[in-house]
């Protein structure tokens, strides 16, 4: 199985940006290379991608800082990937990310993938950081 986690170091107050990224609606504001849009529709909430529309959700533990982000084409076909926000030593936050490559996925895709999610970082750090 491949792998690859992402961390980032916020200079905020780990509870803001956990708040910030679990607000499904702030994902187009981070999430450029993935997200163009959020709207809700019958009841699921739908992400506009580059690859189509998907349905999508955040299972969210603020008491753990966990935030996995569910979605796929179908409600039968969903995926989960793993963040999780945790107070940072010396102070601040740091956001980990897991991707995890799918059997159906080929190396140079999931490649692709983190690397965009890596470009993504910068924008939640500016978005979080501003705040402060």
Not at 4 to 18: E, G, M, Y
Not at 94 to 110: I, K
Request: hydrophobic residues 40%; aromatic residues 10%.
């Amino acid at each position: 199985m491949e792998t690859r986690t992402h961390s980032l170091h916020l200079r905020a107050d780990p509870d803001a940006v956990f708040a910030y990224l679990s607000e499904i609606r702030n994902m187009p504001r981070w999430a450029v290379n993935f997200c163009r849009s959020v709207k809700r529709e019958g009841g699921f909430t739908r992400l506009e991608t580059p690859g189509g529309d998907l349905f999508f959700e955040l299972k969210v533990d603020s008491g753990t800082g966990v935030i996995d982000f569910v979605g796929g084409p179908s409600t039968a076909a969903l995926r989960r990937w793993h963040s999780r926000v945790v107070p940072a030593p010396g102070g601040g936050a740091l956001f980990l990310f897991t991707a995890v490559r799918q059997p159906d996925e080929d190396l140079a895709s999931f490649e692709g993938q983190c690397a965009l999610l890596h470009e993504e970082l910068e924008h939640i750090r500016l978005e979080v950081e501003e705040a402060v």
